[in-house]
């Protein structure tokens, strides 16, 4: 499974740092929403679904936490540390996000408004979908 992560260009200065991202020059879609998770519980594990259709991107802005993705075949461990590091995840893969620093901020970039009936929040169903799929 092919690891996307995108390396985003701060703009430094004397001041400190900035990062700017615009739709489909820095982020590979059309920006429909934006959300963000803080004061996760220690311990948590979240997500725990994919996605039938939405394309997102995970910036971890303060603190960190892991995410693990899984394509049905093969499952990967990616850190989020940086909080110019964004983690793209396609639609059709399951994900979940554990980890959390206590003081992490998690933020995500999503191509779609929400919709609950793109989620897939059942692990066997999510198998059972990718096998209609191919
Ligand atoms: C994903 C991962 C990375 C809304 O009302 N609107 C929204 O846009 C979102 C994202 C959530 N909600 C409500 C639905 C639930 O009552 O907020 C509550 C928590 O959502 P959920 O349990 O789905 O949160 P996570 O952290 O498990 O998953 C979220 C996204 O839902 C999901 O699309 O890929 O972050």
């Known amino acids: 499974m ?4 995108y390396m985003f ?3 430094g ?5 900035l990062v700017a991202l615009e739709e489909i020059k820095d982020i590979p879609f059309t920006i429909k929403r934006v959300y ?3 004061d996760t519980v220690s311990g948590v594990i979240r997500g725990k679904h994919a996605h ?3 394309q997102q991107i995970l910036i971890c802005i ?8 899984d394509n049905g075949t093969e499952s990967k461990v990616v850190p989020l540390e940086k909080p110019y590091e964004g983690l793209y995840i396609s639609n059709i893969v399951w994900r979940e996000m ?3 620093s206590e003081d992490a ?27 209609k799929k191919k």
């Open 62 to 69: 303060h603190g960190s936490c892991k995410v693990r993705l």
């Open 105 to 131: 901020v998690l933020l995500v970039l999503a191509s779609e408004l929400y919709d609950e009936s793109d989620y897939i929040r059942d692990y066997d169903e999510f198998l059972k979908f990718i096998g």
């Open 9 to 11: 260009k701060p703009h």
């Open 98 to 100: 554990y980890d959390f």
């Open 52 to 54: 039938k259709s939405l």
């Open 13 to 17: 200065d004397d001041r400190g740092q």
């Open 36 to 38: 963000y998770m803080y």
């Open 2 to 5: 092919q690891i996307i992560k």
